[in-house]
Structure formats: structure tokens, C-alpha cells
């Protein structure tokens, strides 16, 4: 639907769309006000968002990119195989909060508590250019992005990540040539804390689901992990790498973002026509230092299949692109610097501080 089609106020478009991708049906033109909707669900039980972000010029939940992407078109490509195509974001928790910018923009503690990494300013109030003045918890201070997710709790104490987490930069695509940096700006949530079980286990970005020892492939927490100090629970999680080139947000969070497609034909992966840009493709992927009896082990958004994460960028520019042209669009498996140890021919794109040469 064009922009210019749109009937209905921003304020009951917004909602209407926000309710819908939680579950909670759809609100029509008579729906009650915003301020006085809510969603009551675990995790979710305040009103719907009523604000906006200070990026949406018009408060309808859509924020253009400026400049769009053009005339592109989904590569079909399929350049000289290569086994990897990526590169590592390490970054280490910097605090918790029951904010989420994305999706209750300017309204502190509405949110179910989130686990943030990466930008250590990120809050209810965070923009764009907020970020791009914060700090970082990341080993590359030119990754200022905001990453985060809901919780983990073991009865009512936190268990958070230690250390550096593995956050994947990858191609999604079978032309991992054609992959280019993400805007600046850009957002999107990656699941659903109102998915189903069997929808958390059939998201295209299920990797492993939640895994300790030898148990793999879990939707929810196991009821007991091995009681071992080198085990830890962990999951891994893929995000869309497909966009419209149109906007950073969209009021559902997620419609300017897909997943690849398989081209007809072929085994080939590639950008769907309504969504051509290759972008890298986050993988993340998460320890928690918890195990032996896990039976009162939860995430702030409910059970374990309402795992949700929500990515903000606000890399510095020149450095993603650095790392994007050197590591995905080369070819190579980079660590945070860019260095791939089985190609030390090829370099890194960044220097031993993790900053550009």
C-alpha cells in the first residue's frame, strides 16, 4: 500500500499494525484511542505504543530512508564458491532496562526488561544520532549499534551473557558479492514474543533453538542441562537480511525487512523482488551461564519460544563498510578485527585497536 493511500490517521495505523503482528487481531477505523488501548499479554502487559520516534517525520510508524535505494534489483548471480562469507561483532553486555526504542519509542519502562549489548546509551529515547554519540561495549569502537534482547531469569535473578557475545555478520544470499552495508538507522525486530511454540521452532531464523550439552533443537529451556562449569545455555538466531530499500522502520517493525528466497530452478539463494537490497545477514549467538536444574529458567518475555531480538545500526560508516567489502564481499571467515586465520594473505580491514588503518 502506498503511503499516499493510506486513509486512516497515522495514530489508529500504527496500533492497528502493532496489535496485529502481536496477535491481538486488527482495530478498526472505530477502534478506542490509543492511549486508552492495551495489550494485555505476558510480558507486553501495557498500552500500545503512543508515541513515536523523533525520526518519524509524521508519527505513521514509517521511517523513510533518506536516500532510498533505486532501481535495484535482486542479484541471480552466482560468483566462485566460497564457504564463508562473514565476519564477528563481539560485544558484551552493558546493562539492562525495560526500554525498547523501537517499539515504545520516548516511553521508559514500558517494555518487558531487555539485556542490551553493544552501544552502552541505548534507552527508550535513543535515535539515530543519540547512538552515533554513545559509547560501545563492542571490540570495534566503530560499532556503535544497539543490539538487545528480553531477559533471561533463573526464578527472579538475572542471568546475563559474560564476556564478548558472537554477533555473525553473513550473507544470506548465494551472491554474497552483492551484499552491502546496512543503512544508518536502520531497525527491526528479529521474532516474536507472542509466537507460538511451533512458530518460534519454524521461524526462518531458527538455528539450533536453545541448546546445552548434548541436547540441541529445544523450543523451550530444557528441564535440566549437565551441571558442568564449560556448560551454558545457548541459542542461535538469524535475522532477515533482505531489504526494501525504502525505509528504516515500518510500524510492524519487520515489512521492510524478508528473508532470502530460493531462486526457482536452483538451490541458490536470493533477495525476494519486493525487498532486492542484500544486506548482511545478524546471527546471534547467545551463552548464558546457567545449567543444572533449569526449571525456573524464563525470559521476561514468557517461556523460551518468546525469544525476540531488536537491532539498531549506528555503525560508523566507513568501518562497516570496510569490514562488509573485506569479509562477506571477499569471501573470507573474519574475526572482529576483519582477519581471517586461514587467509593471513589477505589482511584485515582493521588495525590491532579494532579502528580503521
Known amino acids: 500500500m502506498s503511503r499516499s493511500s493510506k486513509i486512516l490517521p497515522g495514530v489508529l495505523i500504527t496500533s492497528a499494525l502493532l496489535l496485529t503482528s502481536i496477535g491481538l487481531g486488527t482495530v478498526g477505523a472505530a477502534s478506542a484511542p490509543r492511549a486508552t488501548a492495551t495489550a494485555a499479554h505476558q510480558g507486553h502487559g501495557t498500552a500500545v505504543s503512543t508515541a513515536a520516534s523523533p525520526e518519524d517525520p509524521d508519527g505513521d510508524g514509517y521511517i523513510p530512508a533518506n536516500p532510498p535505494v533505486t532501481g535495484a534489483a535482486p542479484s541471480t548471480q552466482d560468483p566462485p564458491h566460497r564457504y564463508f562469507h562473514e565476519f564477528q561483532a563481539n560485544c ?43 559509547g560501545t561495549t563492542c571490540k570495534a569502537p566503530g560499532d556503535l549499534s544497539g543490539y538487545w534482547m528480553p531477559t533471561l531469569y533463573n526464578g527472579d535473578r538475572q542471568i546475563l551473557p559474560v564476556g564478548p557475545q558472537v554477533i555473525y555478520y553473513k550473507a544470506g544470499v548465494t551472491d554474497y558479492t552483492s551484499v552491502r552495508p546496512f543503512p544508518k538507522g536502520l531497525r527491526f525486530v528479529v521474532g516474536n514474543p507472542m509466537q507460538t511454540a511451533d512458530e518460534f521452532r519454524h521461524h526462518r531464523g531458527f538455528v539450533e533453538g536453545w541448546e546445552c550439552g548434548d541436547s540441541y533443537f529445544n523450543t523451550e529451556f530444557p528441564a535440566s542441562c549437565p551441571d558442568r562449569a564449560d556448560v551454558q545455555l545457548n541459542i542461535r538466531f538469524q535475522a532477515p537480511s533482505c531489504w526494501d530499500g525504502k525505509y528504516l522502520d515500518t510500524p510492524d517493525h519487520k515489512s521492510h525487512m524478508a528473508y532470502p528466497v530460493v531462486r526457482p530452478g536452483t538451490n ?7 525487498h532486492p537490497v542484500a544486506l548482511p545477514m545478524i546471527e546471534f549467538k547467545m551463552a548464558f551461564p546457567v545449567n543444572g536444574d533449569m526449571s525456573q529458567v524464563r525470559l ?6 518468546s525469544f525476540h531480538y531488536d537491532f539498531f545500526n549506528a555503525w560508523d560508516d566507513r568501518t562497516l563498510k570496510a569490514l562488509v567489502d573485506h569479509c562477506i564481499v571477499g569471501g573470507l571467515q573474519c574475526d572482529a578485527r576483519g582477519y581471517d586465520q586461514t587467509h593471513p594473505e589477505a589482511g584485515a580491514a582493521l588495525n590491532t585497536d579494532y579502528r580503521l588503518p
Not at 546509551?121 to 539515530?128: E, L, V, Y
Not at 521476561?300 to 519460544?305: E, I, L, R, T, V
Request: charged share 10%; glycine share 10%; net charge negative.
Open 268 to 274: 541458490d539463494n536470493m533477495c525476494p523482488a519486493d
Open 92 to 134: 558484551s553486555v552493558s546493562h539492562t532496562r525495560p526500554d525498547d526504542p523501537i517499539v515504545y519509542p520516548q516511553q521508559p519502562g514500558k517494555s518487558h526488561d531487555h539485556t542490551f549489548m553493544g552501544n552502552t546509551t541505548t534507552n527508550a529515547g535513543s535515535t539515530t544520532a543519540s547512538l552515533s554519540a554513545g
Open 300 to 305: 521476561a518475555s514468557g517461556p523460551g519460544h
